[in-house]
């Protein structure tokens, strides 16, 4: 299986993912400039890479304007293949926001994120929500995704379920 290798754009928004715990606060707290960069270049991926900060927010406090930032950083990629790095809490809504807006087609979106911060936590479920993001992007058909858990959702089925810290498909039984 030779496939051209494609550049991976990563459009990064903060959330827990990239984030560090504040005990004065008892919370994670998003980095003021994102750890993701150096952490994708310790990966050593075959694929060239490019990095995109719109924002470095809980997703909570994401304004519509925030939205419409990453939906135009997406529209004016020269990229086809695109992570959103995003925080748990509004992840569904803004894949929803994104498919129902994006004008271009012929871009392969996925969304992820973490419950546990990247930097300073073993184990953390950020790599992996990563590395899982990235092995989806070859595969998918173009369109708006989000990778979690070891699985990939549609816009229209994922729900977070707050008290089992995770996500399904409103479609599963």
Do not use: W
Request: aromatic fraction near 10%.
């Amino acid at each position: 299986m030779n496939k051209k290798p494609f550049t991976i754009h990563f459009v990064i928004t903060g959330g827990t993912i990239d984030s560090y715990y504040d005990g004065s606060k008892d919370t994670a707290i998003p980095n003021k400039e994102s750890i993701i960069p150096t952490f994708i270049g310790t990966l050593k991926l075959y694929n060239d890479t490019e990095f995109t900060t719109v924002c470095m927010k809980d997703s909570r406090e994401l304004k519509p304007e925030d939205l419409k930032n990453i939906l135009k950083t997406i529209e004016k990629s020269p990229h086809t293949k695109i992570i959103v790095t995003h925080g748990t809490y509004t992840m569904p809504d803004t894949a929803r926001f994104l498919k129902g807006n994006l004008k271009r087609k012929d871009q392969t979106i996925v969304l992820t994120a973490s419950a546990i911060p990247i930097n300073g936590f073993a184990p953390s479920d950020g790599p992996f929500s990563l590395g899982y993001a990235i092995a989806q992007l070859e595969n998918l058909n173009p369109g708006v995704y989000v990778a979690m858990h070891g699985k990939v959702f549609s816009p229209e089925e994922i729900i977070k379920v707050m008290s089992e810290a995770r996500f399904v498909s409103i479609f599963q039984k």
